[in-house]
């Protein structure tokens, strides 16, 4: 029998990006990496796409059996070497610690030229105008907040729920479209100046529903219709409507 949802998203950059999101969530030193700590919750995050039946790279998978691998080895006891010799005993963390460090150089070079890329478009020059009408306080929004956040908070909400028995996976002829859910969320934040606990986007147990909401939150994220706020790692999310959006879905 097929799956209700077969669902790939463009959103994820890969598996060292989920790497180094764990690295900074869990204050992890980069240079000492607790392998079995940081498989643990690698293995959480690809527990949680697999079961939203999410299509997920080949590569995410490589890198758990790469993770798992070393954490086995770490866990070998560790040959006595003779004091009278050069022998080295490499760290079978060497070659994963060099590719993160690489990675996040040219993820933090990329960062910033996309920073000046967005400084640039917003300069511009005009005569002085006195804007008193238009003085307001914007609400803050947090782009740090990422896809990883956002499966994070799906895995603890499922905990925090105890939906430890199996999904409604029956097949059902009327999917939930997701336009519609899409308008749902739109009128569900709205009602709420203060923002909505993304546990409550999520009343009901059912795996078509679940991964419809999921994929309209990101829909609407994408849009800037909605954002995503998180105070600090392991806080809860909240939703906010954007004020100034005018949204109607487009296909």
């Not at 949680?48 to 997920?56: C, G, H």
């Not at 020059?125 to 782009?143: A, C, Y």
Request: glycine share 2%; net charge negative; aromatic share 10%.
């Amino acid at each position: 029998m097929q799956p209700a949802y077969q669902v790939k998203l463009d959103s994820f950059e890969g598996p060292l990006d989920l790497l180094l999101h764990l690295i900074k969530q869990y204050e992890i030193d980069i240079y000492d990496i607790p392998v079995a700590q940081i498989t643990k919750q690698y293995m959480h995050y690809i527990h949680t796409m697999q079961q939203l039946e999410l299509n997920i790279a080949s590569e995410y998978l490589v890198m758990a059996s790469t993770l798992i691998a070393l954490k086995s080895q770490m866990l070998l006891p560790k040959q006595d070497l003779d004091e009278e010799t050069d022998d080295y005993m490499e760290d079978p963390r060497e070659e994963l610690m060099q590719r993160l460090i690489e990675y996040r150089k040219y993820k933090e070079a990329a960062e910033e030229l996309k920073k000046r890329e967005v400084e640039s478009h917003q300069i511009y020059t005009r005569p002085p105008v006195i804007f008193e009408d238009l003085r307001k306080e914007q609400p803050p929004v947090n782009n740090d907040v990422s896809i990883y956040d956002m499966l994070g908070a799906l895995h603890k909400m499922m905990e925090r729920k105890q939906w430890d028995q199996p999904l409604d996976t029956t097949i059902k002829r009327a999917e939930i479209p997701i336009e519609e859910r899409m308008e749902e969320i739109v009128t569900i934040v709205k009602r709420s100046s203060n923002g909505i606990v993304f546990d409550q986007l999520f009343p009901h147990y059912s795996k078509q529903h679940i991964v419809v909401t999921f994929m309209a939150l990101l829909e609407l994220m994408k849009h800037n219709t909605v954002y995503c706020k998180q105070e600090k790692s392991f806080d809860l999310l909240y939703i906010y409507y954007m004020e100034e959006t005018k949204w109607k879905y487009q296909s």
